[in-house]
């Protein structure tokens, strides 16, 4: 059965870009397979220790009056409490609700130190820094002060020290597989230089209208200055912060006067960013102004906005068509801080700070996609794996009906969830269950009992977690880290800074007046005269350099249009 849930991963050999991903994962399995081994060693050790220091003294009664262990005999009574509900008489010892409850001498639910193996899987879920904390209290409680230094240093050794060099191994096999950790610091500015070059595109910015149009070359100086972009990021800011109130019905008949100030504030902020259209489309043309396409976004974010307006101030009597004013204003606050929402995100392009970020991002997203692929197919096949192991198991403290492996859907939804690490050692333990903690009979199949696998969870959820999250998910920090270091290198370690990029695609744009991204081979020559800074080509002093530059695009393209990048290159 297992093996046929193998089937998913029969992907990775038909698609070359995934299976690419898995061989850049084996050809550095050798150093991480080193470091994992460090690693278990470490645990190793504290374990041992752990099992000298603490082992069989963990245990306690679940009567919290019992303390030795030859009076943990007979039953007591135990309070019920129910979660989400008021207990009649919660509050009064006689009136509380009661149930009567065997005394059991027990260890602690999830962990012991009673023998190594309980002792490194403590350890080892502890790296998670999931259930160390219950671990360091209990060993307060019952061993002392004394006993909480166990923990501290194996969580500040193992966890903050092993694990950041178990995530440096991963990285650095990553750029050595990319063959980047192996440039020289020259080699790596120039590799660098070339992925700024093929990212860099003209800018969308229209030319200057003639003197004559004394009106729309006014605005157009006008909506290009400083002041004018600062301005509106500061009017984007302000609509955000019109959401500090839940924008709904409820909210409305308790703050009636705050809720309708804010939606005032927003609807004329959503005017303001009118006017900036009207004034963008009058100075740039409406053909000039439809060529980027930030401006067709705020173009349809606007629209959107006044829409919102139109429907929530002007159209309230439609609402008894609708059902109700109340269901007509819940539709149009949703639709109203949705508007709010989008255009915040309008307000990375307006600084390059924050567009250097968003590209980070999406440079990050576009080259972890396949990762990404490889990744799921990994938990699918862990998932189909989990519903036939641990398909029937009974709901614990962890498994419930909202997260259990009953089918492939409800087991890919805790595993995305394990891979963040929330709860997945709990899960780990419900997992583990065996008699006679459930119904089990020689003979029957897994789907006619509710017992877990003990050993079957172990190697189950530790694998999935040192996998997934030590491992691939590494390799997704290794890409933003690329990524990060090509966008946010300084200026003076670059062979060529962003302002020079720049300045190359204003000047650009004078030469390449009707926009097309091209332009005539006799027209170099008057764009390398324009230029400025690093690029700049002085025909006085450098008239070799010039004539030989000029030769080349004649030479290269045959007379004909040279493009963006065949003159930036």
């Not at 991963?170 to 990212?199: F, I, S």
């Not at 419930?400 to 394990?418: D, I, Y």
């Not at 962003?498 to 030469?511: G, S, T």
């Not at 324009?530 to 002085?538: A, P």
Request: hydrophobic content about 50%.
């Amino acid at each position: 059965m297992i093996t046929r849930a193998m089937r998913p991963l029969r992907i990775y050999a038909l698609v070359p870009h995934i299976r690419r991903v898995v061989v850049e994962l084996c050809r550095g399995f050798k150093e991480i397979l080193l470091v994992t081994i460090l690693l278990i060693v470490l645990m190793f050790m504290f374990a041992s220790f752990g099992v000298q220091i603490v082992g069989g003294k963990l245990a306690a009664c679940n009567d919290p009056t019992i303390t030795e262990r030859r009076n943990c005999t007979g039953v007591f009574e135990q309070k019920i409490f129910v979660t989400r509900m008021e207990v009649y008489g919660k509050n009064d010892d006689k009136l509380h609700p009661k149930i009567l409850v065997p005394r059991v001498w027990t260890n602690p639910r999830n962990f012991n130190f009673d023998h190594i193996g309980n002792a490194m899987l403590a350890l080892f879920e502890t790296l998670s820094y999931k259930g160390w904390n219950v671990i360091r209290d209990i060993l307060y409680l019952r061993q002392g002060p004394w006993a909480v230094l166990f923990i501290h240093i194996y969580v500040f050794i193992g966890c903050m020290i092993g694990l950041t060099l178990f995530v440096g191994v991963v990285v650095a096999n990553y750029t050595e597989n990319r063959g980047t950790a192996l440039l020289t610091v020259d080699q790596r500015r120039w590799h660098d230089l070339k992925a700024r070059l093929k990212m860099a595109q003209p800018l969308h910015v229209p030319p200057k209208p003639p003197e004559s149009a004394k009106l729309r070359s006014y605005l157009y100086e006008l909506t290009l200055s400083k002041g004018f972009k600062q301005f509106f990021a500061i009017l984007v800011v302000v609509n955000s912060f019109t959401l500090v109130v839940p924008w709904n019905v409820e909210e409305e008949k308790q703050r009636r006067n705050v809720l309708f100030g804010l939606t005032i504030l927003s609807a004329f902020c959503n005017v303001l960013f009118t006017i900036e259209i009207i004034l963008k489309a009058v100075a740039f043309t409406v053909r000039g102004f439809w060529q980027s396409r930030r401006n067709r976004g705020d173009f349809l974010i606007t629209i959107l906005g006044l829409t919102w307006i139109v429907f929530h101030f002007l159209f309230q009597v439609p609402a008894y068509i609708a059902g109700g004013i109340n269901e007509w204003k819940r539709l149009t606050y949703t639709f109203g801080y949705m508007v709010v929402i989008l255009r915040f995100f309008t307000i990375a392009g307006r600084k390059s700070t924050l567009k250097m970020l968003m590209l980070t991002v999406l440079m990050s997203m576009v080259r972890s996609l396949f990762i990404i692929a490889a990744m799921f197919l990994l938990v699918l096949f862990y998932a189909y794996t989990g519903v036939i192991l641990f398909g029937m198991v009974k709901y614990g403290q962890a498994v419930s009906k909202h997260v259990n492996f009953r089918n492939g859907r409800e087991a890919l939804v805790v595993l995305f969830r394990s891979v963040t690490g929330e709860d997945w050692n709990d899960i780990m333990h419900d997992c583990m269950r065996s008699p006679p903690f459930c119904y089990w009979a020689e003979g029957l199949n897994y789907w006619e009992t509710d017992c877990g696998n003990y050993f079957g969870a172990i190697l189950y959820f530790c694998s999935f977690y040192l996998i997934i999250t030590y491992i691939v998910l590494n390799l997704l920090v290794a890409i933003i880290m690329e990524n990060f270091s090509l966008f946010y290198s300084s200026e003076e370690d670059a062979l060529l800074s962003y302002a020079d990029i720049r300045n190359f695609q204003q000047v650009w744009n004078i030469v390449d007046v009707e926009q097309k991204r091209s332009i005539p081979t006799r027209r170099v020559k008057f764009l390398l005269r324009l230029l400025r800074g690093r690029l700049e080509v002085d025909p006085n002093k450098d008239r070799l350099l010039f004539k030989h530059m000029c030769y080349e695009m004649e030479r290269l393209h045959n007379g004909e249009d040279v493009s963006f990048h065949d003159v930036l290159k």
